[in-house]
T-cell receptor, first 111, second 115 residues
Framework: QQQVKQSPQSLIVQKGGISIINCAYE??????FPWYQQFPGKGPALLIA?????SEKKEGRFTISFNKSAKQFSLHIMDSQPGDSATYFC??????????FGDGTTLTVKP | GAVVSQHPSWVICKSGTSVKIECRSL??????MFWYRQFPKQSLMLMAT?????????EQGVEKDKFLINHASLTLSTLTVTSAHPEDSSFYIC???????????FGPGTRLLVL
């Protein structure tokens, strides 16, 4: 059973728009929820992360919203830019550090 | 800060040979490093967890005799693909966990092509 479900699989947004990617998890033992950005041929880069005791975290144009009761969290990219076009992965980590990744969302921001 | 390097960035080898991939945390100490495999347009698949000074823990379905992992120091882990075959061709990515912040930082990946 997939422990982290990510949607949508792909997303097309106009420049300046808001990109929203959602993830849902099963195991309440997860205690760390990072988002990664990956460009083709490169390793993932940590974008922003949140712990379950916080409902929202904002860093620049990127915001994580976290709903502990629903076991859901989402990434919002404000004022999306063509340079944001990449694949985004959500993840859920156990206290020991082992992570489970979502399937990824390919974001295309059209100029 | 928090830079993880991998070497080589890409490698082509003949079937039957062994290939070693190095993963280094350049500016922090990592008691734990992870090795992932990623197929085109797919997510990261965890292969094994590597702890400094101890044996690696492999995920179900990953052959430990084929994918040898050594974590000799707090800044270096190596993955050796033994007797490589074309089906081992993939993008291999390591990550190192900052033991203070418990954050994983990923390397740039190594693309392996076995002919």
């Amino acid at each position: 059973q997939q422990q982290v479900k990510q949607s949508p699989q792909s997303l097309i947004v106009q420049k300046g728009g808001i990109s929203i990617i959602n993830c849902a998890y099963e195991n309440t033992a997860f205690d760390y929820f990072p988002w990664y950005q990956q460009f083709p041929g490169k390793g993932p880069a940590l974008l922003i992360a949140i712990r379950p005791d916080v409902s929202e975290k904002k860093e620049g144009r990127f915001t994580i919203s976290f709903n502990k009761s629903a076991k859901q969290f989402s990434l919002h990219i404000m004022d999306s830019q063509p340079g944001d076009s990449a694949t985004y992965f959500c993840a859920a980590s156990y206290p020991a550090g082992k992570s489970t990744f979502g399937d990824g969302t390919t974001l295309t921001v059209k100029p | 800060g928090a830079v993880v390097s991998q070497h080589p960035s890409w490698v082509i080898c003949k079937s039957g040979t062994s290939v070693k991939i190095e993963c280094r945390s350049l500016d922090f100490q990592a008691t734990t490093m992870f090795w992932y495999r990623q197929f085109p347009k797919q997510s990261l698949m965890l292969m094994a967890t590597s702890n400094e000074g101890s044996k690696a823990t492999y995920e179900q379905g990953v052959e430990k005799d084929k994918f040898l992992i050594n974590h000799a120091s707090l800044t270096l882990s190596t993955l050796t693909v033994t007797s490589a075959h074309p089906e081992d061709s993939s993008f291999y990515i390591c990550s190192a966990q900052d033991r203070v912040q418990e954050t994983q930082y990923f390397g740039p990946g190594t693309r392996l092509l076995v002919l």
